[in-house]
Structures are given as C-alpha cells and as structure tokens.
C-alpha cells in the first residue's frame, strides 16, 4: 500500500463526536515519547502530520486523520510518564478506553513499546488488559536505528519470553524505526491486508 493522501480530520475526546464509524479505523498508541508522532509521520510521508514534541504527553486528543479517502488513521494520547496533573491523566484514560473497547470500526490498534527498554509493567498490563476485552492489536518496536546491529531482534525477543509467561500465542508485532523508514511497508502492507479481509 502506498499512502498518497492523508489529511486531517477532528481532534475530540468524545467518541460520539468521532467521524461515522462507516470506514476501517486503526489507532497508534504507546507510552509518552515513544516516538508515535515521527511513526504516524513516517508512515504517511509527511513531516508534520502528527505533532513532533521534545516534551512527553503533546498529544492529548483523539486525532482523527483520512488515508487515501478509504480508513482512518487515529493518533491517541500517550499512557504513562507525562507532567499534567494526576487528574489529567485520569480524563485521559477514561476517553481512551471507552474509544478502544467502543469504536465498532476499530480493526488493530498498533501499541508502540520503544525496542530500547526492559519489558514495562505499564505496557505488559495495558496489552493484558486488550486481551482480556478482546480488543484487536499488533506490537510495533519503535527506535530501532538507536541499537547496535543484532540488538533490536534480541531485545525482541526478551519481550517474547516475558510475554510467554501469560499469552498463549505471540500477538502480530514489526519493528520499526521512524529515522530509517524501516518496517513502514510491513505495516502498511498489514493494514492491507486486514482491509481486503474485511471487505
């Protein structure tokens, strides 16, 4: 797949103010300052589709974007470290989580997980907690170009074996680097693909 249009929709935090649900959506998610924006930008060959900042937590809206007129590519707030106050973070987690497990045309929401870190608890129990609602959802390991040659399937794989411990099948994941460009056609290929299912 090759995006060759994509532009701006509605930002909100109501999912009854979101667009008609009458078109594939997939959703970006991740901890703050995982790189979703240089993802999402990445992706979509735009510079500043998504909003770039220095500083965790810039995003703090449902972003709704049109790709090629035909799905939905949606920019969600990050999860975790972020300076606003506790009850910010609060009205966060409410909005997203009524988007995720109510959005009917949802079909893969992409948890980004910078491929630099230890396996997060914040990251293991918020994919534990897609599970158990059954949402639909794919692993993408960000920051790829940042580790040495070898590094990136090694680290990888130490997320595996964390997540052997309670998930009885691996869920789809691609690893990425926004720099690079790398895993951008394995991604998009993916969204493909689930589309062509659906239809």
Known sequence: MEIKQARFVIS?????????????????IGRSNVGKSSLINMLTKSRSLAKISGKPGKTRLINHFIINESWYLVDLPGYGYAKVPISEKKKWEKFIRNYILNRENLYCLFVLIDIRREPLPADLEFMEWLGINGVPFAIIFTKADKLKPGEPEANVNRYIEKMDEKWEEMPKWFISSAEKAVGKDEILSYIEKINKNKT
């Open 12 to 28: 909100n935090t109501n999912i009854k103010k979101c667009p008609a649900p009458t078109i594939p959506e997939y959703a970006f």
